[in-house]
């Protein structure tokens, strides 16, 4: 999609961001492996159509690794993912970073297509951990996508 302009988010991005993962979440915070972020307080890139968002990445660096937090696409099947996808790349290699990891659930079948399909490999599965993030955040739902019990993450990795 070459009318779409990625780039990355900058401070005064932060309470429209806020609105967004509101929107997109359900929750200005999200939950992953036992930690609560605030998406809107993190870098990431954002994709533009026509003046609106379209899709959103957040991100955080910690050592040689560089995590995916959020990834929001509202135009699917468009290429904005995968645009985000290659931002967030190219800023974790700038960054010095060995290894891009995500965490999903285990009802998002749809992720974990997109994820392996752009290079991500599943590295494992952490059974009850979604169980456990409903003591951090009690509005994750029970049930997932086509009413698959929402009980586990599993995490991907890309080796850069």
Do not use: Q
């Given at each position: 999609m070459s009318d779409v302009e990625i780039r990355p988010l900058a401070a005064a991005d932060r309470a429209w961001v806020a609105q967004f993962i509101v929107e997109q979440w359900g929750d200005a915070m999200v939950v992953a492996h036992g930690r609560v972020?605030?998406?809107?307080?993190?870098?990431?890139?954002?994709?533009?159509?026509?003046?609106?968002?379209?899709?959103?990445?957040?991100?955080?660096?910690?050592?040689?690794?560089?995590?995916?937090?959020?990834?929001?696409?509202?135009?699917?099947?468009?290429?904005?993912?995968?645009?985000?996808?290659?931002?967030?790349?190219?800023?974790?290699?700038?960054a010095g970073c060995a290894r891009l990891w995500l965490i999903t659930t285990n009802d998002n079948m749809r992720a974990l297509h997109f994820y392996q399909k752009r290079?991500?490999?599943?590295?494992?599965?952490?059974?009850?951990a979604v169980d456990r993030a409903r003591a951090l955040k009690p509005a994750i739902p029970t049930l997932g996508f086509g009413g698959i019990p929402l009980h586990d993450e599993i995490e991907l990795e890309r080796w850069l």
């Open positions: 972020y605030y998406p809107a307080e993190l870098p990431g890139f954002a994709a533009f159509a026509d003046g609106r968002c379209v899709g959103l990445l957040s991100y955080e660096l910690a050592g040689d690794a560089c995590e995916i937090v959020t990834l929001d696409s509202l135009l699917e099947g468009r290429g904005i993912g995968s645009r985000l996808i290659a931002a967030v790349l190219a800023a974790a290699r700038a290079g991500f490999a599943l590295v494992a599965v952490h059974r009850g």
